[in-house]
Protein backbone atom coordinates (compact mmCIF):
# COMPACT_ATOMS: atom_id res chain seq x y z
CA UNK A 1 0.00 0.00 0.00
CA UNK A 2 3.00 2.30 0.46
CA UNK A 3 3.61 2.20 -2.92
CA UNK A 4 1.76 5.24 -3.53
CA UNK A 5 0.97 7.12 -0.14
CA UNK A 6 2.24 10.06 -1.56
CA UNK A 7 -0.49 10.89 -3.95
CA UNK A 8 -3.55 12.77 -3.45
CA UNK A 9 -6.35 12.12 -6.11
CA UNK A 10 -9.58 14.12 -6.12
CA UNK A 11 -13.02 12.78 -7.52
CA UNK A 12 -15.55 14.57 -8.44
CA UNK A 13 -18.85 12.77 -9.90
CA UNK A 14 -22.10 14.59 -11.68
CA UNK A 15 -25.06 14.47 -8.96
CA UNK A 16 -26.80 10.67 -9.92
CA UNK A 17 -26.95 7.60 -8.83
CA UNK A 18 -25.67 6.11 -12.33
CA UNK A 19 -22.24 8.47 -11.75
CA UNK A 20 -22.18 8.39 -7.90
CA UNK A 21 -21.84 4.95 -7.03
CA UNK A 22 -19.17 3.87 -9.52
CA UNK A 23 -16.99 6.72 -8.53
CA UNK A 24 -17.13 5.37 -5.02
CA UNK A 25 -16.27 2.27 -6.08
CA UNK A 26 -13.68 3.92 -8.07
CA UNK A 27 -12.12 5.96 -5.26
CA UNK A 28 -12.03 3.01 -3.34
CA UNK A 29 -10.03 1.02 -5.60
CA UNK A 30 -8.01 4.07 -5.52
CA UNK A 31 -7.42 4.10 -1.54
CA UNK A 32 -6.72 0.21 -1.67
CA UNK A 33 -3.55 0.98 -3.29
CA UNK A 34 -3.22 3.61 -0.75
CA UNK A 35 -4.22 6.61 -2.65
CA UNK A 36 -5.12 9.46 -0.52
CA UNK A 37 -8.83 10.25 -2.13
CA UNK A 38 -11.12 13.28 -1.90
CA UNK A 39 -14.64 13.01 -2.79
CA UNK A 40 -16.15 16.39 -4.01
CA UNK A 41 -20.18 16.38 -3.35
CA UNK A 42 -23.04 18.58 -2.21
CA UNK A 43 -24.58 18.72 0.70
CA UNK A 44 -27.75 16.27 0.11
CA UNK A 45 -25.96 13.90 -1.81
CA UNK A 46 -23.22 13.49 0.92
CA UNK A 47 -24.56 10.46 2.67
CA UNK A 48 -24.37 8.30 -0.60
CA UNK A 49 -20.40 8.74 0.13
CA UNK A 50 -20.17 9.22 3.89
CA UNK A 51 -21.68 6.16 5.29
CA UNK A 52 -20.46 3.50 2.93
CA UNK A 53 -16.73 5.06 4.06
CA UNK A 54 -17.52 4.65 7.45
CA UNK A 55 -18.08 0.94 7.20
CA UNK A 56 -15.11 0.66 4.64
CA UNK A 57 -12.93 0.80 7.70
CA UNK A 58 -9.98 -1.12 5.64
CA UNK A 59 -9.50 1.55 3.89
CA UNK A 60 -7.91 3.33 7.04
CA UNK A 61 -9.03 6.67 6.54
CA UNK A 62 -7.94 6.97 3.21
CA UNK A 63 -11.23 9.15 1.53
CA UNK A 64 -12.56 12.18 2.42
CA UNK A 65 -15.47 13.93 1.63
CA UNK A 66 -15.77 18.02 0.54
CA UNK A 67 -18.95 19.18 0.31
CA UNK A 68 -19.72 22.48 -2.45
CA UNK A 69 -22.98 24.45 -1.96
CA UNK A 70 -25.22 23.58 -5.00
CA UNK A 71 -26.61 26.30 -6.50
CA UNK A 72 -29.89 25.51 -7.36
CA UNK A 73 -32.05 28.37 -6.77
CA UNK A 74 -29.50 30.43 -8.77
CA UNK A 75 -29.42 27.92 -12.19
CA UNK A 76 -33.53 27.98 -11.34
CA UNK A 77 -34.14 24.99 -9.94
CA UNK A 78 -36.77 24.34 -7.07
CA UNK A 79 -34.60 24.70 -3.86
CA UNK A 80 -32.98 20.88 -2.80
CA UNK A 81 -32.86 20.16 -6.28
CA UNK A 82 -29.08 18.30 -6.42
CA UNK A 83 -29.10 15.16 -8.17
CA UNK A 84 -30.02 14.98 -11.98
CA UNK A 85 -32.67 12.49 -11.68
CA UNK A 86 -34.57 15.02 -9.63
CA UNK A 87 -34.89 17.23 -12.22
CA UNK A 88 -37.83 17.90 -14.22
CA UNK A 89 -37.08 17.54 -18.06
CA UNK A 90 -37.40 20.58 -19.37
CA UNK A 91 -34.93 22.17 -16.35
CA UNK A 92 -32.30 19.86 -17.39
CA UNK A 93 -30.17 21.74 -19.04
CA UNK A 94 -30.91 24.54 -15.74
CA UNK A 95 -28.98 21.58 -13.70
CA UNK A 96 -26.14 21.40 -15.94
CA UNK A 97 -25.69 25.33 -15.53
CA UNK A 98 -25.82 24.58 -12.28
CA UNK A 99 -23.20 22.57 -12.52
CA UNK A 100 -20.80 24.84 -14.17
CA UNK A 101 -21.32 27.42 -11.43
CA UNK A 102 -19.13 24.97 -9.42
CA UNK A 103 -16.05 25.86 -11.32
CA UNK A 104 -14.60 28.71 -9.20
CA UNK A 105 -15.28 26.83 -5.70
CA UNK A 106 -13.83 23.66 -7.56
CA UNK A 107 -10.58 25.58 -8.72
CA UNK A 108 -10.65 27.35 -5.11
CA UNK A 109 -10.30 23.77 -3.71
CA UNK A 110 -7.68 22.56 -6.62
CA UNK A 111 -5.62 25.74 -5.69
CA UNK A 112 -5.64 24.89 -1.35
CA UNK A 113 -4.94 21.52 -2.25
CA UNK A 114 -2.73 21.10 -5.18
CA UNK A 115 -4.08 17.46 -5.77
CA UNK A 116 -1.63 15.01 -8.34
CA UNK A 117 -4.46 14.67 -9.97
CA UNK A 118 -8.54 15.66 -10.28
CA UNK A 119 -11.11 12.73 -12.10
CA UNK A 120 -13.92 14.43 -12.89
CA UNK A 121 -17.13 13.39 -14.59
CA UNK A 122 -17.32 13.07 -18.27
CA UNK A 123 -19.95 16.28 -17.86
CA UNK A 124 -17.59 18.76 -16.12
CA UNK A 125 -15.41 19.47 -19.13
CA UNK A 126 -14.92 22.83 -17.31
CA UNK A 127 -13.16 21.10 -15.14
CA UNK A 128 -10.22 20.70 -17.48
CA UNK A 129 -9.76 24.34 -17.35
CA UNK A 130 -10.06 24.50 -13.73
CA UNK A 131 -7.21 21.70 -13.10
CA UNK A 132 -5.18 23.32 -16.03
CA UNK A 133 -4.79 26.63 -14.22
CA UNK A 134 -2.95 24.69 -11.40
CA UNK A 135 -1.06 22.44 -13.52
CA UNK A 136 -2.97 19.57 -12.32
CA UNK A 137 -3.66 16.49 -14.44
CA UNK A 138 -7.51 15.98 -15.25
CA UNK A 139 -8.40 12.61 -16.48
CA UNK A 140 -12.30 12.20 -17.38
CA UNK A 141 -14.52 9.37 -15.76
CA UNK A 142 -17.02 8.36 -18.49
CA UNK A 143 -18.64 5.43 -16.84
CA UNK A 144 -19.74 4.42 -20.35
CA UNK A 145 -18.32 1.67 -22.54
CA UNK A 146 -15.27 2.11 -25.19
CA UNK A 147 -17.99 0.90 -27.99
CA UNK A 148 -20.14 3.68 -27.60
CA UNK A 149 -17.59 6.57 -27.23
CA UNK A 150 -15.62 4.77 -30.63
CA UNK A 151 -19.57 4.88 -32.28
CA UNK A 152 -20.09 8.71 -31.18
CA UNK A 153 -17.26 9.62 -32.72
CA UNK A 154 -17.51 7.77 -36.30
CA UNK A 155 -20.98 9.20 -36.06
CA UNK A 156 -19.82 12.88 -35.99
CA UNK A 157 -16.73 12.59 -38.37
CA UNK A 158 -18.67 10.31 -41.13
CA UNK A 159 -22.38 11.60 -40.59
CA UNK A 160 -23.58 8.27 -42.43
CA UNK A 161 -27.34 8.93 -41.91
CA UNK A 162 -26.65 12.27 -44.31
CA UNK A 163 -28.46 10.91 -47.06
CA UNK A 164 -30.76 8.17 -45.50
CA UNK A 165 -34.85 8.69 -46.44
CA UNK A 166 -36.17 6.46 -43.69
CA UNK A 167 -35.76 6.65 -39.93
CA UNK A 168 -36.10 2.95 -39.51
CA UNK A 169 -33.32 2.01 -42.22
CA UNK A 170 -30.69 0.18 -40.30
CA UNK A 171 -27.23 1.81 -41.29
CA UNK A 172 -24.17 0.71 -40.73
CA UNK A 173 -21.90 2.87 -38.21
CA UNK A 174 -18.49 3.11 -40.30
CA UNK A 175 -15.04 1.95 -39.10
CA UNK A 176 -16.10 0.20 -36.17
CA UNK A 177 -14.56 -3.11 -35.89
CA UNK A 178 -17.48 -4.83 -36.09
CA UNK A 179 -20.74 -4.28 -38.46
CA UNK A 180 -22.76 -2.36 -35.87
CA UNK A 181 -26.09 -0.75 -37.28
CA UNK A 182 -28.89 1.80 -36.08
CA UNK A 183 -31.35 3.53 -37.18
CA UNK A 184 -31.61 7.08 -36.84
CA UNK A 185 -34.83 6.55 -34.60
CA UNK A 186 -32.23 5.04 -31.94
CA UNK A 187 -30.03 7.85 -32.04
CA UNK A 188 -29.68 10.31 -29.24
CA UNK A 189 -31.37 13.81 -30.40
CA UNK A 190 -28.16 15.54 -30.19
CA UNK A 191 -26.59 12.76 -33.09
CA UNK A 192 -30.14 13.35 -34.67
CA UNK A 193 -29.14 17.22 -34.83
CA UNK A 194 -32.60 17.76 -33.04
CA UNK A 195 -31.56 18.98 -29.56
CA UNK A 196 -31.30 22.80 -28.68
CA UNK A 197 -28.30 24.66 -28.89
CA UNK A 198 -26.96 24.47 -25.00
CA UNK A 199 -27.53 20.12 -25.55
CA UNK A 200 -25.61 20.29 -28.70
CA UNK A 201 -22.97 22.46 -27.03
CA UNK A 202 -22.55 20.69 -23.76
CA UNK A 203 -21.89 17.58 -25.83
CA UNK A 204 -19.06 19.48 -28.27
CA UNK A 205 -17.09 20.42 -24.84
CA UNK A 206 -17.56 16.79 -23.26
CA UNK A 207 -15.54 15.56 -26.21
CA UNK A 208 -13.00 18.45 -26.84
CA UNK A 209 -12.18 17.91 -23.17
CA UNK A 210 -11.65 13.97 -23.57
CA UNK A 211 -9.10 15.18 -26.13
CA UNK A 212 -7.54 18.45 -24.29
CA UNK A 213 -7.39 15.97 -20.93
CA UNK A 214 -4.61 13.78 -19.64
CA UNK A 215 -6.54 10.63 -20.62
CA UNK A 216 -9.47 8.69 -19.70
CA UNK A 217 -10.24 6.10 -17.02
CA UNK A 218 -12.98 3.36 -18.17
CA UNK A 219 -15.04 0.85 -16.12
CA UNK A 220 -14.39 -1.57 -18.05
CA UNK A 221 -12.14 -4.31 -19.00
CA UNK A 222 -10.14 -5.18 -21.64
CA UNK A 223 -11.01 -8.81 -22.81
CA UNK A 224 -14.74 -7.31 -22.88
CA UNK A 225 -13.81 -4.90 -25.35
CA UNK A 226 -10.52 -5.41 -26.91
CA UNK A 227 -11.10 -4.41 -30.07
CA UNK A 228 -12.70 -0.84 -29.39
CA UNK A 229 -10.03 -0.48 -26.19
CA UNK A 230 -7.71 -0.72 -29.15
CA UNK A 231 -9.65 1.38 -31.26
CA UNK A 232 -9.98 4.37 -28.45
CA UNK A 233 -6.61 4.31 -27.88
CA UNK A 234 -4.73 3.31 -31.24
CA UNK A 235 -7.26 5.16 -33.55
CA UNK A 236 -8.67 8.10 -32.23
CA UNK A 237 -5.47 8.70 -30.17
CA UNK A 238 -6.78 8.97 -26.65
CA UNK A 239 -5.48 7.57 -23.44
CA UNK A 240 -7.26 5.28 -21.60
CA UNK A 241 -6.95 2.82 -18.79
CA UNK A 242 -9.28 0.28 -17.90
CA UNK A 243 -9.62 -0.72 -14.01
CA UNK A 244 -13.27 -2.09 -14.16
CA UNK A 245 -15.00 -3.60 -13.36
CA UNK A 246 -15.45 -1.67 -10.27
CA UNK A 247 -18.18 -3.52 -8.63
CA UNK A 248 -16.49 -6.52 -8.21
CA UNK A 249 -13.84 -5.49 -6.17
CA UNK A 250 -16.54 -4.69 -3.31
CA UNK A 251 -16.84 -6.74 -0.23
CA UNK A 252 -19.82 -8.24 0.52
CA UNK A 253 -20.97 -6.20 3.76
CA UNK A 254 -21.19 -3.17 1.27
CA UNK A 255 -22.62 -4.55 -1.72
CA UNK A 256 -26.33 -4.56 -0.68
CA UNK A 257 -25.73 -0.92 0.80
CA UNK A 258 -25.04 0.75 -2.66
CA UNK A 259 -26.95 3.61 -4.10
CA UNK A 260 -30.11 4.20 -1.96
CA UNK A 261 -31.64 2.36 0.98
CA UNK A 262 -33.10 -0.85 -0.45
CA UNK A 263 -36.63 -1.08 -0.11
CA UNK A 264 -36.92 -4.68 0.37
CA UNK A 265 -34.48 -6.26 3.00
CA UNK A 266 -31.45 -7.99 1.74
CA UNK A 267 -32.29 -11.01 3.60
CA UNK A 268 -36.10 -11.11 2.94
CA UNK A 269 -35.48 -11.04 -0.72
CA UNK A 270 -32.70 -13.66 -0.54
CA UNK A 271 -34.93 -15.75 1.87
CA UNK A 272 -37.27 -15.98 -1.52
CA UNK A 273 -34.44 -16.41 -3.70
CA UNK A 274 -33.37 -19.41 -1.96
CA UNK A 275 -36.74 -21.06 -2.01
CA UNK A 276 -35.99 -21.16 -6.25
CA UNK A 277 -34.33 -23.62 -8.20
CA UNK A 278 -31.05 -22.72 -9.90
CA UNK A 279 -31.30 -20.38 -13.04
CA UNK A 280 -34.67 -20.33 -12.87
CA UNK A 281 -35.93 -16.43 -12.14
CA UNK A 282 -35.45 -14.05 -14.42
CA UNK A 283 -34.33 -10.02 -12.80
CA UNK A 284 -36.00 -7.17 -14.26
CA UNK A 285 -35.09 -3.78 -13.79
CA UNK A 286 -34.39 -0.92 -15.48
CA UNK A 287 -31.42 1.38 -13.42
CA UNK A 288 -31.55 4.43 -11.63
CA UNK A 289 -31.41 6.48 -14.79
CA UNK A 290 -33.81 9.62 -15.99
CA UNK A 291 -35.23 7.21 -18.28
CA UNK A 292 -39.42 6.36 -17.45
CA UNK A 293 -41.79 3.85 -19.24
CA UNK A 294 -45.77 5.33 -20.71
CA UNK A 295 -48.45 3.94 -18.19
CA UNK A 296 -49.30 1.80 -21.24
CA UNK A 297 -45.86 0.35 -22.04
CA UNK A 298 -45.71 -0.77 -17.98
CA UNK A 299 -48.79 -2.67 -18.58
CA UNK A 300 -47.33 -4.23 -21.56
CA UNK A 301 -44.16 -5.63 -19.64
CA UNK A 302 -46.33 -7.22 -16.70
CA UNK A 303 -48.31 -8.91 -19.23
CA UNK A 304 -45.48 -9.93 -21.22
CA UNK A 305 -44.05 -11.18 -16.96
CA UNK A 306 -47.29 -13.18 -16.62
CA UNK A 307 -47.61 -15.13 -20.00
CA UNK A 308 -44.14 -15.61 -20.07
CA UNK A 309 -45.02 -18.50 -16.89
CA UNK A 310 -41.34 -18.18 -15.95
CA UNK A 311 -40.54 -16.73 -12.36
CA UNK A 312 -39.37 -13.15 -12.00
CA UNK A 313 -38.38 -10.58 -9.50
CA UNK A 314 -39.65 -7.01 -11.18
CA UNK A 315 -38.46 -3.78 -9.84
CA UNK A 316 -40.60 -1.20 -10.28
CA UNK A 317 -39.01 2.67 -9.22
CA UNK A 318 -40.45 4.95 -7.36
CA UNK A 319 -40.28 8.78 -8.60
CA UNK A 320 -39.72 8.51 -12.34
CA UNK A 321 -41.94 5.86 -13.20
CA UNK A 322 -44.26 8.55 -11.47
CA UNK A 323 -47.58 6.80 -13.05
CA UNK A 324 -46.46 3.85 -11.04
CA UNK A 325 -46.52 6.09 -8.14
CA UNK A 326 -48.94 9.31 -8.42
CA UNK A 327 -51.80 7.11 -10.19
CA UNK A 328 -51.47 4.03 -7.84
CA UNK A 329 -50.46 1.87 -10.68
CA UNK A 330 -53.98 2.22 -12.59
CA UNK A 331 -51.52 0.35 -15.06
CA UNK A 332 -51.36 -2.52 -13.54
CA UNK A 333 -53.55 -5.27 -14.76
CA UNK A 334 -56.23 -6.08 -11.98
CA UNK A 335 -55.03 -9.51 -10.03
CA UNK A 336 -51.26 -9.31 -11.30
CA UNK A 337 -49.54 -10.10 -8.05
CA UNK A 338 -52.26 -12.37 -6.65
CA UNK A 339 -51.70 -14.42 -9.68
CA UNK A 340 -47.96 -14.86 -9.43
CA UNK A 341 -47.05 -14.45 -6.05
CA UNK A 342 -45.75 -17.88 -5.93
CA UNK A 343 -43.40 -17.43 -8.96
CA UNK A 344 -43.21 -13.76 -8.85
CA UNK A 345 -41.75 -10.89 -6.47
CA UNK A 346 -42.21 -7.55 -6.68
CA UNK A 347 -39.96 -4.39 -5.37
CA UNK A 348 -41.36 -1.19 -5.34
CA UNK A 349 -38.21 1.03 -5.25
CA UNK A 350 -34.58 0.38 -4.51
CA UNK A 351 -33.21 -3.07 -5.02
CA UNK A 352 -29.94 -4.86 -3.85
CA UNK A 353 -29.18 -5.17 -7.53
CA UNK A 354 -25.27 -6.81 -7.39
CA UNK A 355 -26.55 -9.03 -4.41
CA UNK A 356 -29.64 -10.58 -6.70
CA UNK A 357 -27.49 -10.60 -9.70
CA UNK A 358 -25.26 -12.91 -8.12
CA UNK A 359 -27.67 -15.42 -6.34
CA UNK A 360 -27.99 -19.11 -8.10
CA UNK A 361 -31.52 -18.84 -8.57
CA UNK A 362 -31.54 -15.29 -11.10
CA UNK A 363 -30.85 -17.04 -14.85
CA UNK A 364 -31.57 -13.96 -16.95
CA UNK A 365 -31.19 -10.10 -16.41
CA UNK A 366 -34.13 -7.69 -18.17
CA UNK A 367 -32.07 -4.59 -18.58
CA UNK A 368 -32.00 -0.63 -20.38
CA UNK A 369 -28.31 -1.44 -20.70
CA UNK A 370 -27.10 0.86 -18.51
CA UNK A 371 -23.41 0.55 -18.27
CA UNK A 372 -23.07 -0.15 -14.90
CA UNK A 373 -26.05 -2.43 -15.01
CA UNK A 374 -24.23 -4.38 -17.89
CA UNK A 375 -21.58 -4.64 -15.79
CA UNK A 376 -23.33 -6.28 -12.71
CA UNK A 377 -24.59 -8.47 -15.39
CA UNK A 378 -21.38 -9.82 -16.89
CA UNK A 379 -19.55 -10.03 -13.33
CA UNK A 380 -22.92 -12.70 -12.24
CA UNK A 381 -22.10 -14.37 -15.61
CA UNK A 382 -25.91 -14.09 -16.62
CA UNK A 383 -27.31 -13.70 -20.23
CA UNK A 384 -29.41 -10.63 -20.92
CA UNK A 385 -32.52 -9.96 -22.82
CA UNK A 386 -31.65 -6.03 -23.86
CA UNK A 387 -34.27 -2.71 -23.81
CA UNK A 388 -31.90 0.36 -24.51
CA UNK A 389 -34.27 3.29 -24.03
CA UNK A 390 -31.91 6.21 -24.21
CA UNK A 391 -27.98 7.89 -23.72
CA UNK A 392 -25.89 5.18 -24.87
CA UNK A 393 -27.70 2.33 -24.39
CA UNK A 394 -28.28 1.50 -27.90
CA UNK A 395 -24.76 0.67 -28.42
CA UNK A 396 -24.48 -1.51 -25.47
CA UNK A 397 -26.88 -3.35 -26.81
CA UNK A 398 -25.28 -4.36 -29.69
CA UNK A 399 -22.14 -5.38 -27.87
CA UNK A 400 -24.33 -7.74 -25.85
CA UNK A 401 -26.59 -9.30 -28.42
CA UNK A 402 -24.39 -8.78 -31.76
CA UNK A 403 -20.49 -9.33 -30.50
CA UNK A 404 -20.45 -10.54 -26.90
CA UNK A 405 -23.31 -12.86 -27.95
CA UNK A 406 -24.58 -12.93 -24.49
CA UNK A 407 -27.83 -11.51 -24.92
CA UNK A 408 -31.76 -11.03 -26.78
CA UNK A 409 -33.40 -7.78 -27.21
CA UNK A 410 -36.74 -7.13 -27.48
CA UNK A 411 -36.70 -4.97 -29.80
CA UNK A 412 -36.79 -1.48 -28.62
CA UNK A 413 -36.63 0.65 -31.87
CA UNK A 414 -36.55 4.34 -30.38
CA UNK A 415 -34.61 6.34 -28.33
CA UNK A 416 -36.86 8.25 -26.01
CA UNK A 417 -36.04 9.21 -22.35
CA UNK A 418 -39.63 10.25 -21.28
CA UNK A 419 -43.10 8.05 -21.85
CA UNK A 420 -40.72 5.23 -23.53
CA UNK A 421 -43.14 2.99 -25.02
CA UNK A 422 -43.99 0.49 -28.37
CA UNK A 423 -42.84 -2.60 -26.69
CA UNK A 424 -45.70 -5.55 -27.30
CA UNK A 425 -46.28 -8.06 -24.52
CA UNK A 426 -45.95 -11.17 -26.80
CA UNK A 427 -42.07 -9.75 -27.72
CA UNK A 428 -41.40 -9.63 -24.03
CA UNK A 429 -42.38 -13.16 -23.02
CA UNK A 430 -40.59 -14.46 -26.58
CA UNK A 431 -37.63 -12.60 -25.60
CA UNK A 432 -37.57 -13.84 -22.12
CA UNK A 433 -38.32 -17.11 -22.95
CA UNK A 434 -35.63 -17.54 -25.67
CA UNK A 435 -33.03 -16.03 -22.92
CA UNK A 436 -34.10 -18.84 -20.29
CA UNK A 437 -35.21 -21.85 -22.71
CA UNK A 438 -34.59 -21.64 -26.08
CA UNK A 439 -31.01 -20.88 -26.31
CA UNK A 440 -30.56 -20.78 -22.55
CA UNK A 441 -27.56 -22.97 -22.80
CA UNK A 442 -25.06 -21.53 -25.52
CA UNK A 443 -25.97 -17.77 -23.87
CA UNK A 444 -25.46 -19.04 -20.38
CA UNK A 445 -21.85 -20.95 -21.26
CA UNK A 446 -20.72 -17.62 -22.65
CA UNK A 447 -21.80 -15.45 -20.51
CA UNK A 448 -20.38 -17.52 -17.46
CA UNK A 449 -16.59 -16.95 -19.61
CA UNK A 450 -17.20 -13.56 -19.15
CA UNK A 451 -18.01 -13.56 -15.55
CA UNK A 452 -15.02 -15.72 -15.40
CA UNK A 453 -12.71 -13.26 -17.08
CA UNK A 454 -13.99 -10.21 -15.25
CA UNK A 455 -12.37 -11.77 -12.11
CA UNK A 456 -9.36 -12.32 -13.21
CA UNK A 457 -9.18 -8.74 -15.02
CA UNK A 458 -9.10 -7.13 -11.34
CA UNK A 459 -7.36 -9.83 -10.00
CA UNK A 460 -3.20 -9.07 -9.37
CA UNK A 461 -1.59 -9.52 -12.84
CA UNK A 462 -4.87 -9.12 -14.65
CA UNK A 463 -5.05 -6.32 -17.24
CA UNK A 464 -7.32 -4.12 -15.08
CA UNK A 465 -5.07 -4.34 -12.07
CA UNK A 466 -1.77 -3.74 -14.26
CA UNK A 467 -4.13 -0.75 -15.99
CA UNK A 468 -4.62 0.79 -12.49
CA UNK A 469 -0.89 0.20 -11.66
CA UNK A 470 0.20 1.73 -15.38
CA UNK A 471 -1.81 4.96 -14.12
CA UNK A 472 -0.73 5.26 -10.84
CA UNK A 473 3.33 5.25 -11.79
CA UNK A 474 2.36 7.82 -14.20
CA UNK A 475 0.76 10.03 -11.64
CA UNK A 476 3.59 9.06 -9.15
CA UNK A 477 6.27 10.28 -11.73
CA UNK A 478 4.51 13.46 -11.99
CA UNK A 479 4.33 14.15 -8.35
CA UNK A 480 7.94 13.60 -8.40
CA UNK A 481 7.96 15.79 -11.48
CA UNK A 482 6.07 18.52 -9.99
CA UNK A 483 7.88 18.72 -6.65
CA UNK A 484 11.12 19.71 -8.14
CA UNK A 485 10.04 21.79 -9.48
Known amino acids: MA ?11 MMAQGHMIPTLDLAKLFASR ?24 QLGGRIQIVVLDFPAVQAGLPEGCER ?17 MLQEPLEQLLQQHRPD ?34 AWYNLRVHDPFKNVSSDCEPVPIPNLPHDIRLTRLQLSPVDRGLLDSYSGELMKQVRE ?23 YTNILGIKAWPVGPLSLRINAESRAERGDKPSMDEHQCLKWLDSKAPNSIVYICFGSGMASFAPNQLRELAVGIESSGLGFV ?38 PQVVILDHQAVGAFVTHCGW ?55 AIAEAMKRVMMVESEELRSRAKAYKEMAKKAIE ?12 LDELTTLHHSSRKH
Not at 92 to 97: I, Q, S, T
Not at 320 to 343: I, L, Q, S, V
Open 460 to 471: EGGSSYCGLTAL
Open 84 to 100: LDLAPDDLVPNFHAACA
Open 209 to 231: SDVASYGVIFNSFYELEREYADY
Open 117 to 150: CLVADMFFPWATDAAAKFHVPRLVFHGVSYIALC
Open 314 to 351: WVIRKGRDEEAENNNEKWMPEGFEERTKERGLVIRGWA
Open 372 to 426: NSTLEGVCAGVPFVTWPMCAEQFYNEKLVTEVLKTGVGVGSKKWMRSGNDGVESA
Open 34 to 57: GVRATIITTPRNQHVFSDSIVKAT
Open 3 to 13: AYDQLHVFFFP
